[in-house]
T-cell receptor, first 113, second 115 residues
Framework: DVKVTQSSRYLVKRTGEKVFLECVQD?????MFWYRQDPGLGLRLIYF???????EKGDIPEGYSVSREKKERFSLILESASTNQTSMYLC????????????FGPGTRLTVL | AQSVTQPDIHITVSEGASLELRCNYS??????LFWYVQSPGQGLQLLLK??????LVQGIKGFEAEFKRSQSSFNLRKPSVHWSDAAEYFC?????????????FGSGTQLTVLP
């Protein structure tokens, strides 16, 4: 079974804080993704990575950055958290083989006060 | 640009009734299509997927979906809904973007099941 772990299920931060969201996979998958989910908007892609130290912007990268120093770990960074970044954040991995199937972690619900 | 439309924001059905959730996509090539389900406070779980071949695909939990190229649709169905099916359902299409492939999601359909 594919296992995707996110470091926190719930997180509360203050405006202006630097926030790290961690995603860890248990296998050697190359492709990893960060989404945010908001009511009525579905999932929107923030960033993805297709290998160590490689990253590409998704549809809504503003206000976020990412880090991938090791294959199994993909971090989403909010440099200076703002209230409009209050959301559910989902990490996913894609298996190699070109089938596009993604497997998701349990999500982190971030509240910025 | 590719897009996915789920026209029903919220659907309510009685337990034991049949269910159909609609999904329409816009994509130039033959798409890879997916349905995911999300229970409250959880991540997304893959229900089923279509890549090629038989246009009627079977998934987990008794769900099925039919790909209709002429209608650009991939509707999800279940003949008899159980209370545990109450959740949010997302349709997605796999597309190429830049150097990688990614998924574009619809905005979701919230399913309520009445006893």
């Amino acid at each position: 079974d594919v296992k995707v772990t996110q470091s926190s299920r719930y997180l509360v931060k203050r405006t202006g804080e630097k926030v790290f969201l961690e995603c860890v996979q248990d296998m050697d998958h190359e492709n990893m993704f960060w989404y945010r989910q908001d009511p009525g908007l579905g999932l929107r892609l923030i960033y993805f990575s297709y290998d160590v130290k490689m990253k590409e912007k998704g549809d809504i990268p503003e206000g976020y950055s990412v880090s991938r120093e090791k294959k199994e770990r993909f971090s989403l960074i909010l440099e200076s958290a703002s209230t409009n970044q209050t959301s559910m954040y989902l990490c996913a991995i894609r298996l190699a083989g070109g089938t596009d199937t993604q497997y998701f972690g349990p999500g982190t619900r971030l509240t910025v006060l | 640009a590719q897009s996915v439309t789920q026209p029903d924001i919220h659907i309510t059905v009685s337990e034991g009734a049949s269910l159909e959730l609609r999904c329409n996509y816009s994509y130039g090539a033959t798409p890879y299509l997916f349905w995911y389900v999300q229970s409250p406070g959880q991540g997304l779980q893959l229900l089923l997927k279509y890549f090629s071949g038989d246009t009627l695909v079977q998934g987990i939990k008794g769900f099925e979906a039919e790909f209709k190229r002429s209608q650009s649709s991939f509707n999800l169905r279940k003949p008899s809904v159980h209370w545990s099916d109450a959740a949010e359902y997302f349709c997605a299409v796999g597309v190429r973007s830049g150097s990688a492939r990614q998924l574009t999601f619809g905005s979701g359909t919230q399913l309520t099941v009445l006893p």
